[in-house]
């Protein structure tokens, strides 16, 4: 794994939280595979707050792409009502 910066440690763990915030999402934009993610989450927050996490998503349609229901093929990863994040890798690919 590569050195993350406190920054994009914040950011990762936010993704994490966000409901229809895929792991893929989180992959494309830090590397990061889910189980990283987890170890991650882990890692930087409380034990309680961890758990919390982990009931929240294990199993959650909207956290693994593969078992969300996309209509069209160019579905996004973020909610349509999301603000653009101006430091995002991915926003700046052409």
Same mark, same amino acid.
């Given at each position: 794994m590569n050195t993350l910066t406190v920054r994009e440690i914040d950011r990762i763990i936010e993704m994490a939280w966000e409901d229809r915030t895929p792991f893929d999402a989180i992959t494309l934009q830090f590397g990061? #595979? @889910? =189980?990283?993610? &987890?170890?991650?989450?882990?890692? @930087?927050? #409380?034990? *309680?707050?961890?758990?919390m996490w982990r009931k929240r998503? /294990?199993?959650r349609k909207t956290k693994h792409a593969k078992l969300r229901n996309f209509e069209h093929e160019d579905a996004r990863f973020k909610c349509s009502r /999301?603000? =653009? &994040?101006?430091?995002? #890798? &991915? *926003?700046?690919?052409?």
């Open positions: 990061l #595979k @889910e =189980q990283d993610v &987890i170890d991650l989450m882990r890692r @930087e927050m #409380k034990p *309680s707050s961890f758990k998503v /294990q199993g /999301q603000k =653009q &994040i101006t430091h995002n #890798k &991915i *926003s700046k690919r052409k």
